[in-house]
């Protein structure tokens, strides 16, 4: 498999498990510490040797992509001020990849998502991460992908093992482990019962794919609401192509998750040394450490 250059990053839900905050803010843009959800994503690609993101957007999140743009008014009033330490981090992010947008006018899942990239990606492997998704470790997460499948040329699925009781929130894997870590999968299960799942191995939103899986995009059956979902595409993927898992190593946070989301945000704030122990002081406030 050639070296992985594209990404391809769904952007276009309502986020609904972020409401009210994102009523009329894109839940990809609500800040963790001093970053949007969105720009540690995107960090992550670009630190995997990723040039080009290619989000999936809808006309209302046009925010996200000046996100990624330069803002010269902004710079200027910084460079009159002689903040050229903020300067350089707000030009820094204008700077970092290759923006490309698509539209996606109906919302109709994950697997609709990614075929409505397909006239950018062509006939290249590409990555997919999904923004809810936060992964933070020594290798970055797409990176711990993209080692695996281009060594093995074949497409890869990252997962995490999660609790018996949780398995019913997530696709889950029927797999074999062929070596530390990595699993040959045989099937996809969407959400399945507590009792039937295959395995505790979920998929958590990172995925190196060929281009053939358009073909099986385009063959799936639209399921309840006329949703297009990635995994059943990814099960005639695996069954006829071949497919590889990956546990992968590292911190996860799920940014839709308001738990998540908030000890993402403490952990972060943990990070800096210049907020660290005023944080901790404030944190012991209200909480009972024990």
């Known amino acids: 498999m050639d070296a992985i250059k594209k990404v391809v990053i769904p952007v276009a839900g309502w986020g609904t498990r972020s409401l009210p905050a994102s009523k009329n803010i894109p839940k990809e843009m609500l800040p963790i510490y001093n970053k949007p959800v969105i720009q540690y994503v995107v960090e992550e690609a670009q630190h995997s040797g990723i040039e080009n993101v290619v989000f999936v957007t809808n006309r209302d999140k046009s925010v996200i992509e000046d996100h990624f743009d330069y803002n010269l008014q902004l710079e200027n009033v910084l460079e009159r001020a002689g903040k050229l330490d903020k300067l350089a981090v707000v030009r820094g992010v204008a700077e970092m990849v290759n923006i490309m947008a698509v539209r996606q006018k109906k919302q109709l899942g994950l697997g609709h998502a990614v075929l ?137 946070f799920d940014a839709g998750d308001w738990s998540e989301y908030l000890a993402a945000n403490i952990y972060f704030g943990l990070q800096d040394e210049d907020l660290h122990y005023e944080l901790l002081d404030k944190l012991k406030n209200f909480v009972q450490f024990k």
């Not at 999904?130 to 997460?141: K, R, S």
């Not at 009792?195 to 063959?219: H, M, N």
């Open 116 to 252: 409505c990239a397909e006239s950018i990606i062509a006939n290249d492997p590409f990555a997919i991460m999904v923004g809810d998704d936060l992964m933070f470790g020594g290798t970055p997460g797409i990176k711990q992908l993209i080692d695996v499948a281009v060594a093995e040329n074949m497409s890869v699925v990252g997962v995490m093992e999660v609790a018996p009781d949780k398995v019913n929130k997530y696709g889950i894997i029927d797999a074999s482990e062929i070596s530390p870590g990595v699993f040959r999968v045989k099937n996809l299960v969407e959400k399945p019962a507590c009792d039937q799942a295959p395995s505790r191995y979920a998929i958590v939103g990172r995925y190196v794919l060929k281009p053939e899986i358009f073909k099986y995009l385009k063959e799936v059956k639209p399921g309840h609401g006329g949703e297009i979902q990635l995994t059943d595409a990814l099960q005639g993927l695996a069954k006829n192509d071949g497919m590889l898992a990956v546990k992968m190593s590292g911190i996860r």
